[in-house]
T-cell receptor
Framework: DGGITQSPKYLFRKEGQNVTLSCEQN?????MYWYRQDPGQGLRLIYY???????QKGDIAEGYSVSREKKESFPLTVTSAQKNPTAFYLC?????????FGPGTRLTVL | GNSVTQMEGPVTLSEEAFLTINCTYT??????LFWYVQYPGEGLQLLLK?????DKGSNKGFEATYRKETTSFHLEKGSVQVSDSAVYFC??????????FGKGTSLLVTP
């Protein structure tokens, strides 16, 4: 079955640590996205990539980094520079206007 | 800039009641419009979409019509079920960029 997988489902981080969230898709989509979801805030765009080896900052990129070495994979690193990283992170991919979402990773900073 | 405004929740309805969730948008071009649904602890699923003015998207008893004159895309369902309890997001996209989401409306349907 085609789809988007994110791992882990739950992630706990100590302050000052970097963590990497995985996002993999087998839909053969060119474009991939990372969103952050906070209660009552909707979804906000962190980074997006429209093609391998290229990516752009979204609205809230500070404290995050990404890579796009393969079409299928778009990992997100939450660095220690991100002041308030506790949130639900959603990855998406698309080949047209409709975006397909993964199940999300809930990150909690201890 | 582009933005989406949807009614604040939570919305609480009894089973079989009529549902309307209002959504209006601001866009510099001609966006495609979407409703996504999120069940607790899960990612978003596309519920319905409309790509041009006067299009009606429909799925699972939900409907929304793209109204260019009022810049609206209100979500409706004639008879809600307990299983419809979720958070609903209105969103727009202009070509070559990411989705702009509303803040979401939580719906609780009681038996």
């Amino acid at each position: 079955d085609g789809g988007i997988t994110q791992s882990p489902k739950y992630l706990f981080r100590k302050e000052g640590q970097n963590v990497t969230l995985s996002c993999e898709q087998n839909l053969n989509h060119d474009a991939m996205y990372w969103y952050r979801q906070d209660p009552g805030q909707g979804l906000r765009l962190i980074y997006y990539s429209q093609i391998v080896n290229d990516f752009q900052k979204g609205d809230i990129a500070e404290g995050y980094s990404v890579s796009r070495e393969k079409k299928e994979s778009f990992p997100l690193t939450v660095t220690s520079a991100q002041k308030n990283p506790t949130a639900f992170y959603l990855c998406a991919s698309t080949s047209g206007p409709e975006q397909f979402f993964g199940p999300g990773t809930r990150l909690t900073v201890l | 800039g582009n933005s989406v405004t949807q009614m604040e929740g939570p919305v609480t309805l009894s089973e079989e009641a009529f549902l309307t969730i209002n959504c209006t948008y601001t866009a510099t071009g001609y966006p495609s419009l979407f409703w996504y649904v999120q069940y607790p602890g899960e990612g978003l699923q596309l519920l319905l979409k409309a790509t041009k003015a006067d299009d009606k998207g429909s799925n699972k008893g939900f409907e929304a019509t793209y109204r260019k004159e009022t810049t609206s895309f209100h979500l409706e369902k004639g008879s809600v079920q307990v299983s419809d309890s979720a958070v609903y997001f209105c969103a727009l996209i202009l070509s070559g960029y990411a989705l702009n989401f509303g803040k979401g409306t939580s719906l609780l349907v009681t038996p």
